[in-house]
């Protein structure tokens, strides 16, 4: 029974004051009371043997499973801060301020988020089953967050892979651009060779031909003056002089008869390989000398003689480059130790000019 001499200075605001303060104490002992029988509980739950724990809940402490985690994992989450529950903080005061209920609602948050998402909501105006809801939003929401950054990750390295492959296609585009460009400079090179060596046989075809006909007439003339000798009485050793004239003549006119009769077909194969620079000034200033204007008696022998030998030595030297390709082919290695030595051989043979 209520004495209403000692409530006569009192108030129903007073009242109400007091009976939020026992709330307030109320909340903060059960919460804390329960972090303590969380910690209890994980204590036992280490002691006891393996499939007893549930026996050991209903038996000794009337625990569900269910309800013995919820308070365990308020101990491990919460444990930390309840020797600062009662302090004057931000952080102690957000937690201190929930009730269990709100507390395993709340385990669904991040420990390192639960104080800020605390402050965001008005909890203590809100339902359990609004609480609920809003946690469940939150995870949702991040959920959908994961799921696009996963998505992007995905795209990215899809995007990625494309860029990838799109600048391994444009780098072998260029590779095989650049060997497009490679074998039509060879092309070009080749059949300007082509051209040019062709033009150089025909060249020497027209000097060998020139020179039979002066070997003929030399022939000729030596025959006549053979007779002469013959007829005239001369002596014995000019009569064998001319003789030998005559028969090299004729041996000169055969040989270029047969050089002029070979068949003589210049193709691309034989000029594959491109003639060095120092070679080619060298056949060119042959050529030149082929070319030169000489007296039609004065050495017509020897100038017959260098012709042949010059046009054999062309062809021998094409024929080796063409060798030198088919070596190439299927030995690198030796293909570049035999045109080190050509390179050499033609190297010595300029010294001697």
């Not at 009371?33 to 036992?44: D, F």
């Not at 339902?127 to 991040?142: M, P, V, Y």
């Not at 150089?200 to 000798?229: I, N, T, W, Y």
């Amino acid at each position: 029974m209520v004495d209403k001499n000692l409530s006569v200075d009192r108030t129903p605001d007073m009242i109400a004051i007091e009976i939020n303060s026992i709330k307030e104490q109320t909340r903060k002992i059960v919460l804390f009371n329960s972090i303590e029988i969380g910690r209890r509980l994980a204590e036992a739950k280490l002691m006891l043997p393996h499939g007893e724990w549930g026996d050991w809940l209903s038996k000794s402490v009337d625990y569900s499973q269910r309800t013995a985690s919820n308070l365990i994992r308020i101990f491990e989450e919460y444990g930390s801060s309840q020797m600062v529950l009662f302090c004057d903080n931000a952080k102690s005061q957000a937690l201190a301020n929930l009730s269990y209920t709100q507390a395993v609602a709340l385990l669904g948050i991040p420990q390192d988020e639960r104080v800020a998402f605390i402050h965001d909501h008005d909890i203590d105006n809100m339902s359990t089953r609004e609480l609920q809801q809003a946690i469940k939003e939150k995870q949702e929401l991040e959920a959908k967050v994961m799921e696009l950054e996963v998505a992007w990750a995905k795209d990215k390295n899809l995007a990625d892979n494309a860029k990838r492959i799109a600048d391994e296609k444009a780098e072998e585009a260029q590779k095989l651009l650049e060997e497009k460009q490679n074998i039509e400079s060879d092309l070009r090179v080749t059949d300007k060779v082509l051209r040019d060596t062709q033009a150089d046989v025909k060249k020497l075809q027209d000097a060998l031909e020139k020179e039979r006909q002066q070997s003929k007439e030399e022939v000729e003339r030596l025959s006549g003056q053979l007779s002469d000798a013959k007829a005239n009485g001369a002596s014995d050793e000019m009569v064998s002089k001319l003789q030998a004239e005559l028969k090299e003549a004729r041996n000169l006119v055969d040989t270029l008869t047969q050089e002029l009769d070979k068949p003589i077909e210049v193709t691309a194969a034989d000029v594959v390989e491109k003639i060095p620079e120092a070679v080619q000034k060298e056949l060119d200033e042959l050529r030149k000398k082929v070319q030169d204007k000489e007296s039609p008696q004065q050495g017509s022998t020897a100038r017959v003689r260098f012709s042949v030998h010059f046009e054999t030595l062309v062809n021998d030297f094409k024929s080796l480059l063409g060798t030198l390709v088919e070596i190439k082919e299927t030995d690198s290695e030796a293909h570049d130790k035999y045109k080190k030595a050509v390179a050499g051989l033609i190297g010595k043979m300029s010294e001697r000019l």
